[in-house]
Structures are given as structure tokens and as C-alpha cells.
């Protein structure tokens, strides 16, 4: 018998999810063997055979016409984007399976001219499997200050944000809610597998998060299906403290697997005020002079001393309240 494949793990998933008296079945009290709903009462609901239902969850019959697919998304309470996610998966079950590995993915010079107008805001580019493909560098020092900012120049060896989420303990301080954040990344890997089910990197992607965390391996069993496209988030950043953003997911006009990544505030507060602080301290100019010195890892106080030099120096675009921000023992928590 087949593997019941990307399609029949969906659909079992979602059937597990529903209660029976959710949806108008009767229980006589019989112990059930299964969680959920029985595959004989979604293909009551749903208004086709069992044993069509059963080849369809088995991973036997591929055909099913948009009908059915309709009825059954009706049946398990599908929402709009589990909808699509199951007319994805229904629709590469009917071609035959051919791996390959895409070439590598290029950002457009639309897209970098776009990103140097978004100076202003921590922004970032990613791929079809999160990887990062450009960053401008508030953006790198907000999200990923501890790797090197060029790394997303080595196409083969570019930071990845899920793996990041998962397997590199800085977004795990990084997000108050980590778990929350790590849910919405396992979703949109969830989307990403069912438009390229073909894609060998992507494939490869999730079987390494699946042998190296066991937190991956549960929430990518739940089989959540929510497009991360925009969300607050409470981040505690290693030289600003806390800070309150909202992370939003716009789609790249003639770059359909891109994304562009913003990060913003609300205007006029504190959280804005700690991204000014961080936009100082990380910009290139400080860099320059501070070659030697790592954003995150370096002494906060040498970064703290440059930046007194600066405004000591007439720097632009600062106020009282970052001046004051930084004391003896390193910067207070401007975020709030």
C-alpha cells in the first residue's frame, strides 16, 4: 500500500481535530479507537463512499475533482487558508512526484532598490524556504545581529529563519513568546511544502528540523495551516531591551516566492524610540569605525562609548531620551 503521502497526513490530521458532537455526530458511548472523527463519518458528511474517502486519505486515488475536495474541506471545518492548503496538496497528488532542486534564488534590483527605500525600518527579504536572500542592516541587527551580516551573499550557506527559530538559541530569547512565533514559521513551511512539493532543499529543510528538535517534530504534526502575514510580537533585544513590533509579510511583485519582511512600531513610542537607539548604534558608519567590535557579542560599553562620541560629534537623528538611555552599567531597557 502507498504512503498516504503530504494530502492523506493533511486530512488525517484535520479529521482528528473534530469532535463528533462538533459537527452533529451521535455517540452512543462505544469507546472509540480513534480521535476524532471516524473516516466512515467524514465520508457520511462529506457525501461520498468510504471506500473512496479511505483511497483518498491512503494516498490510492489522486483524482479527486474540486467537488469533492469542496465537500470534504466542508466536512473537517476547513477555513479559508486550510481550504487552499488541502487544492494544493490534491493538485500535486495528481502529478507524478519528480524531486528537483531549483536554482538558486536571486533578489531582483527592484527589490534592493525597494529595500534601501525601507532604510528606515528593519526589513527583509525571503525565499520560498526561508531563506534570508537580503537584509538591509537594521533589519539584520534587530532579527540576527549575531550572525554575520554577508552571509546572505554565500547562496549556498544563507541563514534560514526557521532553522534559526528552531536550532539557534537566540531567537529563543530573542521572542517573549517564542512558541507562538515558532507556530506561525511551522505554517508557512506548511504552505511552502504544499506549493513545492517537489522542491529536494525544501524536503531536506524539514527532515533536519525533524531530527534535530522535538518541538518541530509537534507542531509540525498538528498540521496548522496560517499564513504568518502579519502579527505583533514582544521581542527582548540583547542591547535594547524591550520592544513591542509588528512583523508584516507583503508578497514581490514578478518574485512570486519572495517575500518582503517589515518590521515597524507605533509611532511615538518607546519601542520606536529603542529601534533609533539601535538604528545608531548598528549603523554602518559605526561599523567602520568599530571593525574589530561584534554588535551583539562585542562589550555594550565600547559600542556605548563610540555612540557618546558620536553625539558628542553633533550625530544626527537622535534625541534626550537615547542620550540618557545608556548609563555606567549599559543601556537600560529603552523598550519599556
Not at 528537483?100 to 525597494?114: C, F, I, K, N, Q
Not at 528540523?209 to 533585544?237: N, Q
Not at 549603523?283 to 557618546?308: I, N, T, Y
Amino acid at each position: 500500500m502507498d504512503e498516504p503521502g503530504p494530502l492523506g497526513e493533511f486530512l488525517q490530521a484535520r479529521r482528528a481535530r473534530i469532535r463528533p458532537e462538533d459537527v452533529g455526530v451521535q455517540d452512543f458511548g462505544a469507546r472509540r479507537r480513534v480521535q476524532g472523527l471516524r473516516r466512515d463519518e467524514v465520508a457520511h458528511l462529506a457525501g461520498v463512499s468510504v471506500s473512496y474517502y479511505t483511497r483518498l486519505e491512503q494516498g490510492i486515488s489522486r483524482g479527486a475533482s474540486p467537488q469533492v475536495l469542496e465537500a470534504v474541506a466542508t466536512a473537517l471545518q476547513l477555513d479559508t487558508h486550510e481550504r487552499g492548503h488541502l487544492e494544493r496538496l490534491a493538485g500535486a497528488a495528481r502529478r507524478a512526484p519528480r524531486p528537483r532542486r531549483p536554482r538558486a534564488e536571486e533578489v531582483s534590483d527592484e527589490t534592493r532598490d525597494l529595500m534601501r527605500a525601507l532604510d528606515g525600518a528593519p526589513a527583509l527579504v525571503l525565499g520560498r524556504r526561508t531563506d534570508v536572500l537580503a537584509w538591509n542592516h537594521l533589519g539584520h541587527a534587530l532579527l540576527a545581529g549575531h550572525v554575520d551580516r554577508s552571509a546572505v551573499d554565500d547562496v549556498a550557506n544563507r541563514p534560514n529563519m526557521s532553522r534559526m527559530m528552531f536550532l539557534d538559541g537566540h531567537n529563543r530569547e530573542l521572542y517573549t513568546d517564542w512558541r507562538r512565533k515558532a507556530r506561525a514559521v511551522v505554517g508557512n513551511l506548511r504552505i511552502a511544502v504544499g506549493r513545492h512539493p517537489d522542491d529536494r532543499d525544501l524536503a531536506a529543510l524539514i527532515g533536519e528540523l525533524t531530527m534535530k528538535s522535538p518541538e518541530f517534530v509537534t507542531m509540525w504534526g498538528d498540521h496548522r495551516i496560517a499564513p504568518c502575514d502579519a502579527a505583533s510580537y514582544d521581542l527582548h533585544h540583547p542591547v535594547v531591551g524591550a520592544v513591542t513590533v509588528t512583523q508584516q509579510t507583503l508578497a514581490i511583485a514578478r518574485s512570486p516566492d519572495q517575500s518582503l519582511v517589515v518590521v515597524t512600531t507605533v509611532a511615538g513610542s518607546p519601542s520606536e524610540r529603542a529601534l533609533t537607539l539601535l538604528r545608531t548604534v548598528s549603523a554602518p558608519k559605526l561599523d567602520r569605525e568599530l571593525p574589530e567590535r561584534s554588535r551583539f557579542r562585542g562589550s555594550l560599553d565600547d559600542v556605548g562609548a563610540a555612540l557618546r562620541q558620536e553625539l558628542r560629534e553633533g550625530g544626527e537623528g537622535w534625541d534626550a531620551h537615547a542620550e540618557n538611555s545608556y548609563d555606567d552599567g549599559g543601556f537600560a531597557d529603552v523598550g519599556g
